[in-house]
């Protein structure tokens, strides 16, 4: 596609609940890349895919948070048994190449009540 | 890791006037980019800069990798030109991971 999309554009959910949050790079950028923007921890990395593997998963703030890429393209954060620190603003970006420029999506405003 | 500082955190500024913001880190890099974070959230593309200067319309930036400091600087400035500016960094031991800094929130008045 033209750029990076990303849905759903928010989604509200209880405290325990499991998200998915959906990304859909540049088409044919090899590079993918989660992170989260929250009002306490500014803008910090998740977790990064060069085709459908993950060499650092890092970045991830817990065993409830895992990752997947099928097909090096769409990608899906999962977050189990949600809670309230887990709200945020989740984006991803892909790079043509690991190293090159990033793009970023529109985000996933997440809100855990 | 690597520590990321931005400078000013805030700024206001009337309408035509002009602007430089800096970002400095504290270890070497293999990438640095700018980015322009809306009102609506989106963070847009305004430099990849590794090294040396860039120009874009009214914006340029400067990297100088040696002395680890990189300057945006937004020209005749406009109300559109509101929102908060970014610099990320890859460190070198990581070159596929941004490392951002707080930002500067700028305010463009008409």
């Known amino acids: 596609g033209a750029g990076v999309s990303q849905s759903p554009s928010n989604k509200v959910t209880e405290k325990g609940k499991d998200v998915e949050l959906r990304c859909d790079p540049i088409?044919?950028?090899?590079?993918l890349y989660w992170y989260r923007q929250s009002l306490g921890q500014g803008l910090e990395f998740l977790i990064y895919?060069?085709?459908?593997?993950?060499?650092?998963k890092s970045g991830l703030p817990s065993d409830r948070f895992s990752a997947e890429r099928t097909g090096g393209s769409v990608s899906t954060l999962t977050i189990q048994r949600t809670q309230q620190e887990d709200s945020a603003v989740y984006l991803c970006?892909?790079?043509?190449?690991?190293?090159?420029?990033?793009?970023f999506g529109p985000g996933t405003r997440l809100t855990v009540l | 890791g690597i520590q990321v500082e931005q400078s000013p955190p805030d700024l206001i500024l009337q309408e035509g006037a002009n602007s430089t913001l800096r970002c400095n880190f504290s270890d070497s890099v293999n990438n640095l980019q700018w980015f322009h974070q809306n009102p609506w959230g989106q963070l847009i593309n305004l430099f990849y800069i590794p090294s040396g200067t860039k120009q874009n319309g009214r914006l340029s930036a400067t990297t100088v990798a040696t002395e680890r400091y990189s300057l945006l600087y937004i020209s005749s400035s406009q109300t559109t030109d509101s929102g908060v500016y970014f610099c990320?960094?890859?460190?070198?031991?990581?070159?596929?991971?941004?490392?951002f800094g707080s930002g500067t929130r700028l305010l463009v008045r008409p």
């Open positions: 895919f060069q085709g459908n593997s993950a060499p650092d």
């Open positions: 970006a892909s790079s043509e190449l690991a190293g090159m420029g990033q793009f």
């Open positions: 990320a960094v890859e460190p070198r031991d990581s070159s596929y991971k941004l490392i």
């Open positions: 088409s044919g950028h090899t590079a």
